[in-house]
């Protein structure tokens, strides 16, 4: 299986104050990784640099077959559509309505003919379950609602890797579930690669074909595998204090 | 763009597809399946799938959309293609919206519309006036109920980070005033009455007045955008629960700062007010200090001064009061704060020139 990301001897700073050092990983097309640890361990900002917000100083960031370091800023644009980032609150923008939100990135990308627009913008709601709420504003809809708004908009352009920094954080299981749904769907469906940024112990072991797990102590990753594995085998205490974790 | 798809066409008119149907791919390839339609009058097309390799969501959709409209017919669909079918679920892309789209609004109903707003926000106004009016004097008997550092605080922004903005402005209004009244007043051999009407201006309207304004659009914007983005981030609510007073907590100290440090601003800019119009007299009129001094003092007295303090004591509740008022107006999000931020400014300075029109015509009586 090919690589999707290529993450080599990365070291995350902000100024001198290091977060991540010599961090290596690589994402195989398809799959669906996690990144897990506790709060303030470096996740999010591990995120920023996939995406291209953050460029690496020291190591290596590869997404797509561009490394991230090296490409000027209209190349970074220009790759960015390929993928899709679904933000903590969703990142909806709050003065145009679910269809323009999602509508954004295509008027932005392609010239498409307005009737098929619109059957694209519904049908990318109705994917999210949330068909007949595309005149509805991101402040009419609930917590859930707006994650699954924003992940309406992160496939808008089929992206080949999907982003999510905390899926589920401050979500009912009822409505986590069907967050875990649709990843899982559109996993299946479109092939999507997936990187979850989270510390939701039933999104990874339900979801998660392989993980990695940060320490804010070692600045850096501590365990890796299938997170079943993880959770059986290891014999590092702050792996199985994470991962044996009562998830019921 | 690269073309991700082939389209071939068998001898009884199937349109064969074969390669990748993506989204990039998928303007062209309707305009392609619009133009025979168009030039081939039949009443419905095969569309035969069965070597096409993939596609995405929007490709599927491209094929569903051509399927509705009755015109293609889809056939031999392979597994990789009906997947991506499957993630479409075509009776939820038919579903009427729960909300209507915003239509644009007929004139007479936006002004009536616009006429039950202001009535609103004048009754909100006066209820939070009237809250404001409660606790101030409870503020005054309970000293320490008063937030003494954030009074500091909001003192230091209202009053301290202002003065090199009210000093440079006071100063260019001042020199202006001058400038342009010697160019006549110069023709009549009235130079040293450019002392008297700049003396005038500045104190009994144009210190209070820009004062106000420069402090409307750098705080009473501010207090808006910080209690409503506490609005937006439940910050309030917080507050709230926790047993706090949002009025008192909030608004109360923003006031109270606004107060005592707009009237000391108002004087400051008279004073550079002053100097502009000494610069213009004493380098372009040949005006003797002590003259221009003495000229300005004999126009101006101790009453024109406490009236100009007062009425800038006014401004400053405005402000401060509707600068807060609007902050606790929020609900929404980033947007609402936006309107509040703006309306805020837009307010305060009606509301300023109201009660500068008010003072003129009660000193007026006064004397």
Request: proline share 4%.
């Given at each position: 299986m090919e690589e999707a990301i290529i993450v080599e001897n990365l070291t995350a700073a902000y100024g001198d104050n290091v977060?991540?050092?010599?961090v290596s990983f690589r994402v195989l097309r398809g799959e669906i990784f996690a990144i897990a640890g506790g709060s303030g361990c470096g996740k999010s900002t591990l995120l920023k640099y996939l995406i291209g917000l953050y460029r690496p100083e020291v190591g290596r960031v590869i997404v797509e077959g561009v490394d991230i370091a090296q490409a000027d800023d209209d190349t970074i644009n220009a790759h960015r559509r390929k993928f899709g980032v679904l933000f903590q609150s969703g990142g909806?923008?709050?003065?145009?309505t679910l269809a323009e939100n999602i509508a954004l990135p295509l008027k932005e990308t392609l010239h498409l003919p307005s009737p098929f627009l619109t059957y694209l913008v519904r049908a990318k709601l109705g994917m999210v379950n949330l068909a007949g709420y595309e005149n509805h504003y991101p402040a009419e809809l609930s917590g859930g609602m707006k994650k699954r708004a924003g992940l309406a908009r992160a496939i808008a352009l089929d992206p080949a890797i999907l982003f999510f920094d905390?899926?589920?954080?401050?979500?009912?299981p009822v409505t986590s579930r069907e967050i875990y749904e649709l990843i899982s769907i559109i996993n299946r469906g479109m092939k999507t690669t997936m990187v979850i940024v989270t510390h939701d112990l039933d999104l990874i072991f339900r979801l998660a074909h392989e993980v990695i797990l940060l320490d804010g102590e070692k600045k850096g990753i501590i365990a890796r595998g299938k997170p079943e594995e993880l959770k059986s085998f290891t014999r590092d205490r702050r792996v199985q204090a994470f991962f044996q974790r009562d998830t019921r | 763009m690269a073309k991700g798809y082939q389209l071939s066409r068998e001898k009884d008119g199937t349109i064969r597809l074969s390669g990748q149907i993506s989204l990039p791919q998928v303007p062209l390839f309707l305009k392609e399946m619009e133009r025979i339609f168009r030039e081939e009058n039949q009443a419905s097309f095969k569309i035969d799938l069965t070597d096409l390799e993939g596609v995405d969501s929007a490709g599927a959709l491209a094929l569903a959309q051509l399927e509705e409209t009755g015109k293609a017919i889809l056939k031999g669909m392979t597994e990789e293609v009906r997947r991506v079918f499957e993630l479409i679920d075509r009776d939820t892309i038919h579903q009427p919206p729960l909300h209507e789209a915003e239509q644009r609004t007929p004139l007479f109903e936006s002004v009536g519309a616009l006429c039950i707003k202001m009535a609103y926000d004048f009754v909100t106004l006066m209820t939070f006036a009237g809250e404001l009016i409660i606790s101030l004097p409870y503020c005054l008997f309970h000293p320490?109920?008063?937030?003494w550092n954030d009074i500091f605080r909001n003192m230091k922004r209202t009053g301290v980070d202002a003065l090199p903005i009210v000093g440079l402005l006071s100063l260019l209004i001042g020199l202006i005033m001058a400038f342009m009244s010697s160019l006549q007043l110069k023709q009549l051999g009235a130079n040293i009455y450019v002392a008297s009407l700049v003396g005038i201006a500045i104190i009994k309207e144009l210190g209070p007045m820009m004062t106000a304004i420069i402090v409307a659009g750098r705080s009473g914007s501010a207090f808006a955008a910080e209690i409503g983005t506490m609005i937006v981030n439940e910050e309030v609510d917080a507050l709230t629960t926790m047993g706090f007073h949002p009025i008192r907590f909030l608004a109360i100290p923003k006031i109270i700062a606004t107060a005592i440090v707009v009237p000391l601003l108002t004087l400051y800019a008279m004073m550079f007010g002053i100097l502009g119009g000494l610069i213009v007299g004493i380098?372009?009129?040949?005006?003797t200090l002590t003259t221009y001094l003495r000229e300005s003092l004999r126009v101006v007295d101790v009453w024109d001064v406490t009236t100009s303090l007062i009425k800038a004591f006014t401004f400053a509740l405005l402000i401060a009061g509707v600068g807060c008022h609007r902050g606790f107006q929020v609900s929404g999000g980033a947007e609402a704060v936006g309107e509040a931020t703006t309306s805020a400014v837009v307010t305060s300075i009606f509301l300023i020139i109201v009660a500068d029109a008010a003072y003129a015509v009660i000193l007026h009586y006064i004397g």
């Open positions: 977060i991540l050092t010599d909806l923008i709050g003065s145009m905390e899926p589920t954080a401050g979500l009912d | 320490r109920s008063l937030r380098i372009g009129l040949d005006i």
